[in-house]
């Protein structure tokens, strides 16, 4: 697979560049994976769905629905690589950017998410079961995007 070099511009504004990462964790030893979508210039969570594993479709309509509640971002960077994206891109005008595996510079938007949600969600509550995981996750995406750093 190549990667295309990845020009990090100044953003502007909202919806031009949006990150999208997987975090994968465990609870009573079952593992399950937490799909973040965040909009680079506003640091604003999009998105953390929790499922125990997502499929390149699951991964489009997940998209599909943030872009129906936000609207479309000219570009999504991310260092995973789905299937679907080409036809997901292509209808909606997006540029897929895919980037070198687990270089931090490349993204620092979803690190600085991930390294937050982890620390303050994932470590600090316990989870009973998926739907709970669920519930708190959610709660604790609206309160980061109630407290975060305004741009």
């Known amino acids: 697979m190549s990667f295309r070099q990845v020009r990090i511009p100044s953003l502007q504004n909202a919806n031009e560049r949006w990150s999208l990462d997987v975090v994968v964790t465990?609870?009573?030893?079952?593992?399950?994976?937490?799909?973040?979508?965040?909009?680079?210039?506003?640091?604003?969570?999009?998105?953390?769905?929790?499922d125990t594993s997502f499929t390149t479709l699951r991964v489009a309509r997940?998209?599909?629905?943030?872009?129906?509640v936000r609207g479309c971002p000219r570009m999504i960077v991310s260092d995973h690589s789905f299937e679907f994206t080409s036809s997901l891109c292509e209808g909606?005008?997006?540029?897929?950017?895919h980037i070198v595996p687990g270089d931090p510079t490349q993204r620092v938007c979803a690190e600085s998410l991930n390294r937050r949600f982890c620390n303050e969600c994932i470590k600090e509550k316990p989870f009973?079961?998926?739907?709970?995981?669920?519930?708190?996750?959610?709660?604790?995406?609206?309160?980061?995007?109630?407290?975060?750093?305004?741009?």
Do not use: M
């Open 62 to 68: 997940e998209l599909e629905h943030i872009i129906e």
């Open 92 to 97: 909606f005008g997006i540029d897929w950017c």
């Open 128 to 151: 009973a079961n998926l739907n709970d995981a669920c519930q708190i996750i959610e709660e604790w995406r609206v309160e980061y995007n109630k407290t975060r750093t305004p741009v």
């Open 26 to 50: 465990s609870f009573h030893s079952q593992r399950f994976r937490i799909l973040a979508v965040a909009d680079d210039f506003t640091r604003e969570c999009l998105g953390l769905v929790v």
